[in-house]
């Protein structure tokens, strides 16, 4: 009997439609690309709110690779890892992935989700402690609250406070410094050189997810470790392979040999699902190859980035400073934000609202993602479009 409950849903449905706080899914009937078909919308849509920071989700080498892989290993693995789904394929991309990372190993998981949360609790028990960033992503906190470690959250970036909180688990059998590399809704970066000298100090393990660093920060793209120049120092990475990487799905944890080793036998989403198709590991492979080959598409992302921010500002905008191609602008309200949105939209500009509980409430924003196949026609469009909205709803 399911009345009642559906009935309770929609009426928290139609209180989200009220506070316009309601989310809208769009429906893209093409490749993802700078600019993409819409359902909802005719004509052509400049996507300014994608993963797709290189450009190549649609590049033809590496969809070539995904039907290559169609053929060869057919349309899923049937199985989890240790029963019969393990395939050659994913021998070369974890190979290639621990190359990328500058780490000994990498094991691959259907979603950096599930990596997050099979790799915490598994390495994370009774007697260790969890120091976790607080704008950490919501698959590192899921992963911490499951883990039975001791758990402490230190204030966003703030050494002091990690110090201070390091200094208090100090006894612990295990120390985890867990932090983002590039914070996705603020586009700011881990201070990695101050907390590899913390972890030094208090015999720490740094997790670092790089979902939003790898593809993106480094002069070769390799992650927020190279940019800081610390790769190598860092225990553990976890990334996807859904963003900057081809921009299909699938996620990685890269360290020791030993790490990969226990995490195969214990990390329950390996032990209990299925394995990455081989489609999405062989596009993922081609992926990283171009970007080992074509570094310039990296150089081409900042300029773009630096263009947009720069350009905002002279319009009046205050977007939040930093050093990835994630430029957010805040706005203050959820449904002003929504609101916003749609005006852009309306223009030609596909960009999501994000609110509470994305963001903390009263820190809505519209978060623009640059991609490096965008054009300098395209910024300019977009600038204009940001101008008409902006003095529309009051913003500049």
């Given amino acids: 009997m399911t009345q009642p409950l559906d009935e309770s849903l929609h009426t928290d449905l139609q209180a989200m439609a009220k506070a316009g ?9 093409g490749p993802m690309d700078t600019e993409v078909g819409m359902a909802e919308k005719s004509g052509r849509i400049l996507v300014l709110s994608s993963n797709n920071y290189l450009g190549l989700a649609d590049h033809p080498e590496v969809i070539a690779a995904g039907k290559a892989a169609l053929d060869k290993y057919g349309a899923g693995t049937a199985s989890v890892r240790f029963i019969c789904g393990t395939f050659e394929i994913h021998k070369e991309i974890e190979q290639t992935l621990a190359r990328l990372s500058r780490t000994h190993a990498a094991l691959t998981y259907v979603s950096c989700w599930a990596a997050n949360t099979g790799l915490i609790p598994a390495v994370a028990g009774e007697g260790d402690a969890i120091v976790s960033d607080a704008l950490n992503h919501a698959s590192l906190i899921d992963g911490c609250r499951a883990a039975k470690a001791k758990r402490l959250v230190y204030r966003h970036s703030d050494i ?6 390091l200094a208090d688990v100090r006894d612990a059998r295990r120390i985890f410094i867990v932090t983002d590399g590039v914070f996705s809704m603020e586009g700011d970066i881990a201070k990695l050189p101050d907390i590899v000298t913390l972890a030094k100090r208090y015999n720490a393990a740094i997790i670092l997810d790089d979902s939003h660093g790898v593809g993106v920060m480094g002069k070769h793209g390799r992650g927020t470790a190279e940019h800081w120049g610390v790769e190598g120092e860092i225990a553990i990475v976890t990334g996807t392979l859904g963003k900057a990487l081809g921009g299909a799905a ?14 195969s036998q214990v990390s329950r989403p390996q032990l209990f699902s299925n394995a990455l198709p081989a489609t999405i590991a062989a596009s993922a492979k081609k992926a990283i190859e171009i970007l080992e080959r074509e570094p310039e598409r990296v150089t081409r992302l900042h300029a773009l980035a630096k263009m947009m921010r720069e350009g905002l500002k002279k319009l009046g905008f205050k977007p939040l400073e930093g050093a990835s191609a994630i430029v957010p602008i805040i706005v203050g309200d959820t449904a002003f934000a929504i609101k916003m949105s749609q005006e852009l939209l309306g223009e030609g500009i596909f960009i999501t609202g994000f609110g509470y509980p994305v963001v903390p409430e009263g820190t809505a924003r519209l978060r623009i993602q640059m991609c490096a196949s965008l054009t300098d026609e395209q ?3 977009a600038l204009e479009k940001f101008e008409v909205v902006g003095k529309r709803l009051g913003v500049i």
């Fill in 21 to 29: 706080t309601l989310k809208t899914f769009r429906h893209i009937t």
């Fill in 250 to 263: 699938g996620g990685y944890v890269a360290g020791s040999e030993t790490l990969i080793e226990y995490l």
């Fill in 379 to 381: 910024v300019a469009f």
């Fill in 160 to 165: 002091d406070d990690l110090r201070e909180k």
